[in-house]
């Protein structure tokens, strides 16, 4: 199984967030001591980087580098078909874009679980969502 990381929960792990960051490191310990794969999106990137960028923070925007980077990490590309899923789940859910990217991102790539802390996203269907509060 694949279980896809929603940008809130990178977050959390590589900024060591302490109310959440050792419940997402418990939760992929889990998923990798199960043989799971552990996947995110190009799109994570792009989100987890905002606030480093915004605070000038190196140490973090090495610490997402080296998550990022990590082999153990599957990293998927945005595509024109998972463009497409977008948008019929913001049509359907009225998620935020990029809250439907995410969950798009995973159905595509044949996720079996997605890992956020959105309560929100939690009536999406097409994948099950594990709400990590």
Known sequence: MIAYLDANAIIYLVEKVSAWGPKVASRIRRLRAAGDDVAVSDISRLECLVGPFTTGNAAVMAD?????????????????????????????YRFKALDALHLATAVENGCGLFLTNDLALGRFTDVPVEILI
């Open 64 to 92: 997402f580098g080296a998550f990022f980077g990590d082999p153990a990490i599957r990293l998927f590309p945005v595509t024109a078909l998972i463009c497409e899923r977008t948008a019929r789940i913001r049509a359907t």
